[in-house]
């Protein structure tokens, strides 16, 4: 029997349930309304218990050194005597209260590159960007550009004249820890194939990699003929006479040299090898070029 009633319990709970679906419907688009706008709030109360991650965004100040490259650029080409020449007006229309210079009749031609090499910020928006101009006589002149930038990058302005400054030392280079010499052999000889297939087209690239790794071919191949000059080696390993035992990795550099009909160009390639079942096989290049997985 009280298995009986809890049976007629549950079947009146569907009754009242279907009765109050169909007045629902009966009573028309007001209900409906008010269903579908009750919703948010349910929806808003269940969700607002969560604990909401903060977002925090640090905004980045924009800068401006390709700004100064193209007014340095163009103050170079310009003259005084010439101030309605296109060059004269885009320095002008950037920094108006910077005069132009007066170049002689016999001076120096202008430059052909002009290359930004620093950019430096300093308070409230100021920068000071060097940029290096070089000749065709190989000669090399720097200016330092003072600038302001606002934040978001949509403005720039030159704020002064450029001043020819001092280039940059060149830094101390650190100890390679390529410190191994690899002697010629099946390593050196695996290095030469693959650069040889990668650079001039001399066979499949894929026949030196290791599984999985994806690379392709310089195309059109730029050189006619590559050659292994020395590979050095972080590891010992790399200069066992015997390949070693499968998976063992080594990571190498090589010097090479590489003829086209142009000369001889001398190249280096960093390169991470792998042994498998007797053989070196390429596992990454570091010179640049991205392989599948992410490997450099």
Known sequence: MAAGARLEAMRRRVRLSRLAVWTVIAAGPIALGVAVTSTPTTVE???????????????????????????????????????????????????????????????????ASVTVVRSAQRADGAWSVTVAAQYADGAVRYYAVPLTADRAGDSFAVTGA??????????????????????????????GEFLAAYLTGAGEVDRYLAPGVS????????????????VSAVEETAASDQVPADGTKVRVVAQVEARDNGGRWPLAYELALTARSGRWEVSALASGTALDGGAR
């Open 215 to 230: 690379l392709s071919p310089v195309f059109p191949a730029p050189y006619t003929a590559v050659t292994v000059q020395q």
């Open 162 to 191: 450029p001043g020819v400054v001092a280039g940059p030392v060149r830094a101390a280079v650190p100890k390679s820890s390529y410190g191994v010499s690899v002697p010629e052999g099946d390593l050196s000889a695996a290095v």
């Open 45 to 111: 109360a269940a969700t607002s218990s969560r604990p909401t991650a903060a977002v925090h965004t640090t905004a980045q100040a924009a800068d401006p050194a390709g700004y100064a490259q193209m007014f340095v650029n163009a103050w170079l080409r310009s003259s005084a005597d010439d101030a309605a020449s296109a060059q004269a007006r885009l320095a002008q229309s950037m920094a108006p209260d910077v005069d132009l210079p007066d170049p002689a009749a016999d001076a120096r031609s202008t430059p």
